[in-house]
């Protein structure tokens, strides 16, 4: 028997660490939020992340990321661009 989730794309918008293990904040199908741990996702770099190795940019990387969340930031911001 499978996950009712499984191959269902979530969207993820926050890291947060419950006893320790990372876990990624996810909206589910029925727009409620919950809780994945890192490890029983399939998202690129996750065996990396749940190793509790992280990210490592390099100051291109740095500025693309700033540029992301600068305008997710701006779209989620009441009055904000959607």
Sequence with gaps: MTHPLYGCRLRAYALRHVG????????LPDGLPGLVAVGA???PGSE???????????????????AVV???Q????PGGRR
């Design 20 to 27: 320790g293990v990372p876990h990624l904040k996810v909206e």
């Design 41 to 43: 996702a399939d998202v």
């Design 48 to 66: 990396q992340a749940a190793a509790g190795t992280g990210l490592v940019l390099d100051g291109a990387g740095l500025r693309r990321l700033y």
């Design 70 to 72: 600068m305008r997710r």
């Design 74 to 77: 701006e779209r989620d911001t």
